[in-house]
């Protein structure tokens, strides 16, 4: 059974990872140079939502928008809509493959001034697989389509004029063999997971600027099995900080930086790691890398990105994502553009698109990548003046 499975994330898992390998024809795991944290269900980290992917897979800390809820759920809160609406659409390792595609839905309503509750659905299609069981023909199994998907359901909390929390509650599906007779210990694998964000942000009026700070642990929650209880493995909970200054140029004009850090909470690669304990796992993987320190710090990806703005109508984006070499090796630009359109009744009609362009020698599975996010929100409904941030 492990086999299939392998096969399946194979394709999620190499693909980004491939250039960390030094020798040709070396199998992933088999190099000394190589540390590579697996996991589970590695389609949670994927970016979904094509603002963020124009600026390095950047979002913990950018202003509130529809897709929030999946970098931070703490800043939705901040929305300034009423209610509203968001699909995207990625074509994944379209470089090599025709048919692997996420897709993500998400909504949310703002239930007065202090809480904003969200509902989000991502599914990840990964094509048709050809099984085998053998390398003979007569081995053949038959073509599957495995899929995987997440749903989730976000509360977010304004505690004061400047400060929020929130958080979100999600179950993981992921159906790697599909129906395949031939795998009789085969089964779905399932999780139950958290997030957890805070956000905070301050506008200066004497320089016409805000500065917005966060953090956010994501997909916290069990391990997740295909087979037996015995052969578990770890979800790819995220920790996630980082910060975005913003600055109005003129009336018409405003620029925004953004930094965000990212790390793995699971175990690094070493003997007895994966069997780790849930929690002994999550909280042992700041210091368990074998190279010590140097390697823990190897395991911070950073995204880094550039927000420009015109007149609240069209924007353009520029990003950068970095991961240490033995970790991945991923390294590539972001861009994207924006568009806004706002009606006389005020409800706005939104649509972003992102382009990843690879700075790694070499072939890579992640060049050309496009995402595609379009949304619809409504105005939010009137609040009165002198309502504080804890009434209800």
């Not at 495995?146 to 989730?152: F, G, H, L, M, T």
């Not at 295909?226 to 909970?237: R, V």
């Not at 175990?267 to 069997?275: A, I, R």
Request: contains cysteine; glycine residues 10%.
């Amino acid at each position: 059974m492990r086999r299939y499975v392998f096969s399946c994330l194979l394709i999620v898992l190499v693909a980004p990872a491939v250039k960390a390998q030094n020798t040709p024809g070396q199998v992933l795991g088999q190099d000394s140079t190589n540390h590579v944290i697996t996991t589970a269900v590695p389609f949670l980290g994927i970016t979904p939502d094509a603002r963020a992917a124009g600026m390095g897979d950047a979002g913990v800390a950018t202003s509130a928008d529809a897709n929030s809820s999946y970098w931070n759920p703490a800043k939705l809160v901040f929305v300034d809509k009423g209610f509203g609406f968001s699909t995207s659409y990625t074509p994944w390792l379209a470089k090599i493959i025709n048919d692997m595609k996420l897709i993500y839905l998400t909504g949310f309503y703002k239930i007065d001034r202090n809480q904003v509750v969200s509902g989000s659905l991502k599914y990840f299609d990964m094509g048709d697989i050809q099984f085998n069981h053998g390398p003979d023909a007569s081995q053949q199994d038959g073509r599957y389509n495995p899929k995987e998907y997440s749903i989730d359901v976000t509360y977010s909390r304004l505690l004061t004029e400047h400060f929020s929390i929130g958080g979100t509650l999600k179950y993981v599906r992921s159906n790697l063999t599909g129906a395949n007779p031939n795998i009789s210990d085969a089964r779905a694998g399932q999780s139950i997971a958290v997030d957890m964000g805070v956000y905070y942000t301050k506008p200066f009026k004497s320089h016409n600027a805000t500065l917005s700070l966060a953090g956010a642990i994501t997909n916290l929650g069990s391990k997740m099995t295909y087979t037996s209880a015995a052969n578990k493995d770890f979800i790819p909970t995220n920790l996630r900080i980082g910060g975005a200054y913003k600055t109005e140029l003129d009336q018409m004009n405003s620029l925004t930086f953004v930094l965000d850090f990212n790390k793995l909470m699971v175990p690094s690669p070493g003997p007895g790691n994966k069997g780790k304990p849930l929690l002994s796992g999550i909280f042992g993987s700041f210091s368990d890398a074998q190279g010590g320190f140097s390697e823990e710090m190897r395991e911070i990806t950073i995204s880094s990105g550039l927000e420009y703005w015109y007149n609240n109508f069209f924007a353009a984006r520029l990003g950068y994502f970095y991961e240490a070499k033995d970790k991945g090796n991923r390294k590539y630009f972001t861009a994207g553009l924006g568009f806004r359109y706002e009606s006389v009744s005020r409800d706005m009609f939104g649509l972003d698109i992102a382009y990843m362009v690879p700075t790694t020698v070499g072939q890579n599975a992640l060049a050309e990548t496009l995402r595609f996010t379009l949304f619809y929100v409504l105005p939010v409904k009137e609040v009165k003046q002198n309502e504080s941030v804890t009434d209800n």
